[in-house]
Nanobody, 126 residues
Framework: QVQLVESGGGSVQAGGSLRLSCAASGRTFSNYIMGWFRQAPGKDREFVGSISRSGSFTSYADFVKARFTVSRDNAKNTVYLQMNSLKPEDTAIYYC???????????????????WGQGTQVTVSS
């Protein structure tokens, strides 16, 4: 089992920045591909970004490209989501996820991920 705990959510004005963190425990963190999803009220959970085990490869949803960055620190068992130029439509609960297997930038469906955090709320006001 892998336990994931997100932090860093909050309220920010449009154009601002937030950095989400996700601390992992339970198994060897570097064995897992990490991802971020989000879910806005009344909408399906959607892929935000992912990162390979070593951190060499990343993938992003089109709507966050050039604004969000996923990174990881395997020594600290932590994955990050740096969010810049935030927009009101970025308001959602953000979830950290983990999965095993081979990294593939096209794997973007929630059902492909094995472990989930409890989520952290991000609210962007205009």
């Amino acid at each position: 089992q892998v336990q994931l705990v997100e932090s860093g959510g909050g309220s920010v004005q449009a154009g601002g920045s937030l950095r989400l963190s996700c601390a992992a425990s339970g198994r060897t963190f570097s064995n897992y591909i990490m991802g971020w999803f989000r879910q806005a009220p009344g909408k399906d959970r959607e892929f935000v970004g992912s990162i390979s085990r070593s951190g060499s490869f990343t993938s992003y949803a089109d709507f966050v490209k050039a604004r969000f960055t996923v990174s990881r620190d395997n020594a600290k068992n932590t994955v990050y989501l740096q969010m810049n130029s935030l927009k009101p439509e970025d308001t959602a609960i953000y979830y950290c996820t983990a999965r095993s297997g081979v990294y593939n930038s096209y794997v973007r469906q929630a059902r492909e991920y094995d472990y989930w955090g409890q989520g952290t709320q991000v609210t962007v006001s205009s």
